[in-house]
């Protein structure tokens, strides 16, 4: 469901591949101090994602952003082939290929990979099986608070920074940045360390990329309900609310990588 900003981008979100985790009490543990209350007005705001047995259905989404300049930003890389960083638990290989292709755009379309953070589900086609970057035309851009903290051993350092900076891609930034003339990086940690979100703004309405800012439709209908893997969920609460709070200001759409719909309303 490609939407198209007035006077900006299209927006085209590519779901990498989706499964069903946990159980029903596993998941409640995952997002301590979820009310009853909470979980209802989630199970209304997304269904879809309660599948059977009270499992969670997740979605592992990237968006291409088709610029008026004709260029491509993707955001984000999804979990990546069969033998990808997130292969221990996510439903790998994706298909992120086949859906760009159906797209019609080619990885040589893309000209800038805005990586939101690092973990395995999001970065998983970032660098081919080969060691070189997947989308060869491309600059891939993420905060340096993100990568500042890996230890040496780190998957995320060896796997997916290392061989980007040895081929000269890497473009690490600090705080807001902007890309061209639509897009602009949000530094909103807690999730991890450096996670950044997406601003991308048009002439009439715009979109807001939140990556893991939000990752349950708990968190949706209540933002202070923390995720047990959040590094910092103080500062996870603070940008989940402050972005919620910029997209209503804006009168812009949310869109989510793992939400069972792309693009929802704040």
Do not use: K, N
Request: proline fraction near 10%.
């Amino acid at each position: 469901m490609e939407i198209s900003l007035p006077g900006g981008p299209a927006v085209v979100p590519l779901s990498d591949a989706s499964g069903l985790f946990e159980s029903s009490t596993l998941v409640r543990t995952l997002f301590p101090g979820a009310t009853e209350d909470d979980w209802q007005r989630a199970a209304a705001a997304d269904p879809e994602a309660f599948g059977p047995g009270g499992t969670w259905r997740l979605e592992f989404r990237c968006f291409a952003i088709r610029r008026p300049d004709g260029g491509v930003t993707m955001v984000d890389a999804g979990v990546g082939p069969a033998d990808a960083p997130a292969a221990d638990w996510a439903p790998v290989p994706g298909r992120l290929p086949e859906l760009m292709a159906r797209a019609g755009i080619a990885r040589t379309d893309v000209d800038t990979v805005v990586l939101t953070h690092l973990h395995g589900d999001h970065v998983g086609w970032a660098v081919g099986p080969d060691g070189e970057p997947y989308f060869t035309e491309a600059a891939y851009l993420v905060q340096r608070d993100e990568t500042a903290p890996l230890a040496p051993d780190a998957p995320a350092l060896t796997r997916v920074v290392a061989p980007l900076r040895r081929a000269g891609v890497l473009r690490e930034v600090a705080g807001r940045h902007r890309i061209g003339s639509h897009v602009t990086l949000l530094l909103t940690p807690g999730h991890t360390p450096g996670h950044q979100s997406v601003l991308v703004d048009g002439a009439g309405r715009d979109l807001v990329l939140t990556g893991d800012v939000l990752v349950h439709a708990v968190q949706w209908v209540s933002p202070e309900v923390p995720y047990a893997y959040e590094s910092d969920p103080v500062s996870a609460r603070a940008s989940r609310e402050a972005l919620l709070e910029l997209a209503r200001e804006r009168g812009a759409l949310l869109g989510t990588p793992h939400l069972t719909r792309p693009f929802v309303e704040p």
